[in-house]
């Protein structure tokens, strides 16, 4: 076997296993990643059950700040426990902590100290509870911290606070959703405090979503939500691990450079080896090389596109996707010498057949050798080099006796084959015939009406062999069983 071909053989490989190497990393990186999604998951879900245990046994079921407050301690409790989850399930680390001491922080989320208030009494959406507050602990909001209220309060107040006061004029006085008290109340808490919007943030509930009756429908709504970020998490997992326009055009490139250089330097060493130097190349062994060069760079970003689209769409082993290219390249060669009438039929039949053995041969070695040297793209070298080679090796050694003793063992072996597949259809035939007879007296055996159910009974142990002396077939028989 010619070296060239078997360097070839083997670059052709090579350049697939590279591919099916890269395809493995998707693989590789989907799997950790819906494998990471599994503890996020987890840990979001732990998460909310945890703090869900807290608020119904140290709050609810101690009635920790009564009926009027109850709600307030509800509300952090839940705002840490649903922050944490959320954080969790994209794969962060939770950073809520609640304080629970009654001191002028509630809540830590990492570097930021929170003050949460939920008040509803008087309709003034918080901001009384934290004028008081600020009155109490002077230094609050200059050691950092922020304060937070209800998600639907907080709306409301930026609401109002990109209001004009001609519109607000419009407002009702003290009734409705919207009124011009709340938009004056609004107005007045940012210009009688030394605080700024920023410095008042929203919760992740709504002052309805921490009272007591509505605290588990809460929970449960979060779960929901939780199942659908994580679902959403999974699928852009998945869709990161699809093969890619840009990758397919990164195999096309690098094929094509690949097989370019290797047609190159192939045809520089034919060259060499028909005894001319390089230096005495002449201007038509520098086209002839260029031509050549040409083309198999053609090929191979063919070969790129294909056997990518082929691992891919097709889910065909990176060696076999290899195989098939070079056997459909080897074909359209013969195809278009026959068209050329530069060979005849049966030349091109047998051209075709020893190209297509061939591609098989090299993609089988080629997937065997990287199962047994599981190294990337090694094992398809060392496996096509030394499969090619023993092929090679195995068919020009057959003398032709031995040929005709392989035809005539492959006759035997389809005539028996043709031989059995008859005994097997006749066994088929037999077996549905018996299996027939067997749910007739099936049917008989338990037949509603008794006398005709005993003589079915009695009919199906003879045919599934019973002996005679052990069947009930009559009176005596059957009182001597039952009762001596």
């Excluded at 060979?343 to 098989?360: G, P, R, S, T, V």
């Excluded at 398809?380 to 057959?398: C, F, P, R, S």
């Excluded at 035809?407 to 077996?431: M, S």
């Amino acid at each position: 076997m010619k070296p060239e071909k078997i360097v070839k053989s083997s670059q052709e490989q090579a350049f697939a296993a590279w591919i099916g190497y890269l395809n493995q990393i998707r693989l590789d990186r989907l799997a950790e990643a819906l494998a990471k999604q599994n503890l996020n998951f987890a840990a979001a879900m732990d998460s909310i059950e945890k703090a869900l245990a807290v608020i119904k046994t140290d709050i609810i079921s101690r009635n920790r700040g009564g009926n009027k407050g109850m709600h307030g301690f509800i509300a952090e409790i839940a705002e840490c426990g649903i922050g944490n989850a959320r954080q969790q399930i994209v794969g962060k680390a939770g950073e809520y902590v609640w304080i629970n001491d009654n001191g002028p922080v509630d809540i830590l989320r990492g570097a930021d100290i929170i003050q949460q208030k939920f008040v509803q009494s008087g309709g003034h959406l918080s901001l009384q509870a934290i004028t008081q507050h600020m009155q109490q602990y002077p230094d609050f909001l200059a050691d950092g911290g922020k304060y937070q209220i209800p998600k639907d309060h907080y709306d409301k107040i930026m609401a109002y606070l990109d209001m004009p006061e001609s519109a607000a004029n419009k407002l009702p006085t003290s009734t409705g959703e919207f009124s011009l008290r709340q938009w004056r109340e609004v107005h007045n808490f940012f210009a009688a405090n030394n605080i700024e919007v920023s410095q008042l943030e929203p919760s992740i509930l709504e002052y309805g979503d921490v009272q007591r009756d509505a605290v588990s429908a809460t929970f449960e709504q979060e779960k929901a939500n939780l199942e659908h970020i994580d679902k959403e998490q999974r699928k852009a997992a998945y869709q990161g691990s699809k093969p890619t326009v840009e990758e397919g055009a990164k195999a096309a490139a690098v094929g094509a450079a690949v097989e370019g250089v290797t047609v190159f330097l192939l045809a520089i060493v034919c060259k060499r080896r028909a005894g001319k130097r390089i230096k005495d190349f002449n201007e038509a062994d520098w086209l002839e090389i260029v031509g050549a060069t040409g083309k198999g760079t053609i090929k191979g970003g063919l070969r790129g596109t294909s056997i990518y689209l082929f691992t891919n769409y097709i889910a065909t082993p990176a060696a076999v996707a290899s195989a098939f290219t070079t056997a459909a390249f080897g074909v359209a060669e013969q195809a278009h010498l026959f068209r050329k009438h530069t060979i005849d039929e049966q030349q091109f039949l047998e051209n075709a057949e020893i190209l297509c053995l061939d591609a098989a041969v090299s993609g089988l070695a080629s997937f065997l050798g990287q199962t047994m040297i599981p190294v990337p793209i090694l094992g398809a070298v060392i496996g096509n080099a030394v499969g090619t080679l023993l092929y090679q090796i195995g068919k020009d050694g057959l003398l032709a006796r031995e040929e005709e003793l392989i035809k005539n063992y492959i006759k035997e072996i389809a005539d028996l084959d043709c031989r059995l597949k008859v005994d097997y259809q006749r066994y088929i035939e037999k077996l549905n015939m018996c299996y027939t007879e067997y749910l007739e007296l099936l049917t008989s055996a338990f037949n509603p009406d008794i006398t005709e159910a005993l003589e079915g009974s009695v009919a199906l142990a003879e045919y599934i062999g019973v002996p005679s002396e052990e069947i009930l077939d009559s009176y005596d028989k059957i009182v001597s069983y039952f009762i001596d």
